[in-house]
């Protein structure tokens, strides 16, 4: 079972095109993170929230911008984007923004292709 | 920032063998270490995890040992099965909400 949910599982998008990215959690976590990733390679940190607020921003392109309006939901608001960021999207939750020792969890990603 | 270096890239072993994947961390204050198993196409799954005050953890076939004088990790796979194939990450967090990943292990088992 998910318990990180994020919807669309895909979308295709053309450049000028607005759209945004849902990720869901109902356990409680405190931690939200987007991450952005290409085949086969790890993971890449986009942004973190904690309690709420923005915490991390990996110097991503402001084409991508976050919000996170309450505590079991996060959105990725893409707008503008190129082709090089098709990619999979992936949203993660942790219990404990503090805590240096717990998982994190994923969703199963939103599958992007930018035409 | 942390460094994670993982190794080998690729790994193919036959059915039934066993699988070391090995990781190396730089920064002494990482306190977690996270293994996770992408299969294609899908999320990210936590395999097992161990913390910097346990040398080692065992869930079935699947076992970590840590290291923290050498800062190295590894996760072994006993009696492998096709099922395992998949990319493999390892990960290190020394806050709450910063993990650093892997470069991942591409894992086939040869029936």
């Known amino acids: 079972d998910t318990e990180v949910t994020q919807t669309p599982k895909h979308l295709v998008m053309g450049m000028t095109n607005k759209k945004s990215l849902k990720c869901e959690q109902h356990m409680g976590h405190r931690a939200m993170y987007w991450y952005k990733q290409k085949a086969k390679k790890p993971p890449e940190l986009m942004f973190v929230y904690s309690y709420e607020k923005l915490s991390i921003n990996e110097s991503v392109p402001s084409r991508f911008s976050p919000e996170c309006p309450n505590s079991s939901l996060l959105n990725l608001h893409l707008h503008a984007l190129q082709p090089e960021d098709s990619a999979l ?4 939750s942790s219990q404990d923004p503090v805590a240096g020792d717990q998982p994190q969890h994923f969703g199963d990603g939103t599958r992007l292709s930018i035409l | 920032g942390e460094n994670v270096e993982q190794h080998p890239s690729t790994l193919s072993v036959q059915e039934g063998d066993s699988a070391v994947i090995k990781c190396t961390y730089s920064d002494s204050a990482s306190n977690y270490f996270p ?6 196409g899908k999320r990210p799954q936590l395999i097992i995890d161990i913390r910097s005050n ?18 190295h990790f590894s996760l072994h796979i006993t009696e492998t099965q096709p099922e395992d194939s998949a990319v493999y990450f390892c990960a290190a967090s020394i806050t709450g909400n910063q993990f650093y990943f892997g470069t991942g292990t591409s894992l086939t088992v040869i029936p």
């Open chain 2, 35 to 40: 293994w996770y198993k992408q299969e294609l």
């Open chain 2, 54 to 71: 346990v040398g080692e953890k065992k869930d079935q076939r699947i076992a970590v040992t840590l290291n923290k004088t050498a800062k």
């Open chain 1, 89 to 92: 999207y992936l949203c993660a």
